[in-house]
């Protein structure tokens, strides 16, 4: 027999759930365990070990942190045109704070190994997290390889996540509002048939949330506006990269824009590559949300792709001063209310692409995870981040 390792990573505030779920989901071909400190002996009906070593940043603060360093590092060396998630793994890296190295005996029995790759990646999706294969292939807990060494990925896009018993750390308690406000919208769910996790809190609880101020939300919509347009023109038959610019410097003629240092890298980019103008051409998505926001549209149930058109037309039919004109910001409840159901939306998605199943209730998840992104940073959620640095987790 030969020694097989995999690598566990998460980012988690409950250390113990890791063992839990890895004694659960093995317990049907379990003998027996050894518990130790740091270390998880298991015994498999064949008489063959697993070994599971534990670190976290809790416990073992400087090895988990040397880790991230040497692996962020590696992974910054491929090449790739996958920039945007290589960028987002790196983050996710950063972001680990558990590490638990796995070793167990590799027989010619394949069936046998399947079994135990494939209870791994079903215990990494309990605790969302990531397992690291040998050839340097970082692969989520449903099986999709999310970056390799060689610049490979099967996602089209890929945002930061972690548990949420680690992301409500010092977060203040839920107010009656907050659980009011949950349990208004998990009965909406319910009439509806969309599934729910009764447990999942809001991204940002009412005491948290900062609503931007109509001039920066006003100057974040036409950023998006310009990149959204750019990336249309870059995906058309005929389009070019001068033309696309030129609609930038349309939208700039009327509106102040700020691009964030992602939108402004890809924009200098001369020769993008395609699946990237597809990314950020969804950003017409948050448009809309912001559109919404400011009271100059409406917000209808995510079940199809915005209209575009329609926003096109606010937008190049107004100046600053006309569009301010119209403004009438909706209040802090009704956007705090819309945050928590899309944020609810967003976990049913989720938890349908894990079991292979279709969106509950005909909703579209790529214009569920953008209204996310964009309700985020909309109330200041994630420690009032920066564009580029909001996640949206669930």
């Known amino acids: 027999m030969e020694k097989r390792n995999i690598t566990l990573y998460t980012v988690i505030g409950n250390q113990a759930r890791i063992p839990e779920a890895i004694k659960k989901h093995f317990n049907p071909v379990a003998k027996e365990y050894d518990e130790k400190d740091k270390q ?24 988990v942190s040397n880790h991230q360093t040497g692996m962020a590092n590696y992974f910054a060396q491929a090449e790739t045109k996958h920039e945007d998630i290589k960028k987002n793994i790196i983050y996710q890296i950063q ?12 027989n010619e029995d394949q069936n046998r190994t399947n079994y135990i790759i494939n209870t791994m990646f079903a215990i990494a999706n309990e ?3 990531f ?39 010092n977060r203040p308690e839920d107010t009656e509002a907050d659980k009011a406000r949950q349990r208004h919208f998990i009965e909406k769910l319910k009439e509806k048939g969309i599934p729910y996790a009764s447990h999942l809190r809001s991204s940002i609880t009412e005491a948290e949330a900062q ?34 610019l030129e609609y930038i410097d349309e939208v700039k003629k009327r509106y102040p824009i700020s691009l964030s240092p992602a939108e402004t890298a890809y924009i200098d980019n001369e020769s993008p590559e395609k699946n990237e103008c597809v990314q950020f051409v969804w950003r017409y998505e948050c448009c809309t949300v912001l559109l919404w926001a400011l009271g100059l ?35 802090k409840d009704e956007i705090l209310d819309e945050a928590d159901l899309i944020l609810r939306y967003n976990w049913a998605c989720v938890d349908a692409r894990i079991h292979g199943k279709e969106t509950p209730a005909s909703l579209e998840s790529g214009v569920v995870q953008e209204r996310h992104y964009v309700f985020n940073w909309l109330t200041g959620a994630n420690n009032q981040a920066e564009w580029d640095d909001i996640q949206p987790n669930t």
């Open 211 to 244: 609503i931007r101020m109509p001039e920066e939300i006003l100057k974040r919509l036409a950023s998006l506006f310009a990149v959204s347009v750019y990336s249309e023109v870059m995906l058309s038959e005929e389009g070019s990269r001068e033309n696309a």
């Open 131 to 169: 397992l690291l294969f040998p050839a340097m292939e970082i692969y989520n807990g449903t099986g999709e390889l999310v970056f390799s060494i060689k610049g490979e990925t099967e996602l089209e896009k890929f945002s930061p996540i972690a548990n949420a018993d680690y992301l409500d750390t």
């Open 127 to 129: 605790i969302k997290g």
């Open 297 to 331: 549209d409406k917000l209808n149930y995510p079940d199809e792709i915005c209209d575009v058109r329609g926003i096109a037309s606010i937008l190049w039919n107004h100046t600053l001063d006309s569009l301010q004109e119209k403004i009438r910001m909706r209040g």
């Open 40 to 63: 998880l002996t298991l015994i498999l009906q064949d008489d063959t070990e697993m070994t599971f070593f534990f670190n976290h940043s809790n416990t073992n603060p400087q090895f």
């Open 95 to 106: 972001y680990f704070n558990s590490i638990t190295g796995i070793t167990f005996e590799e």
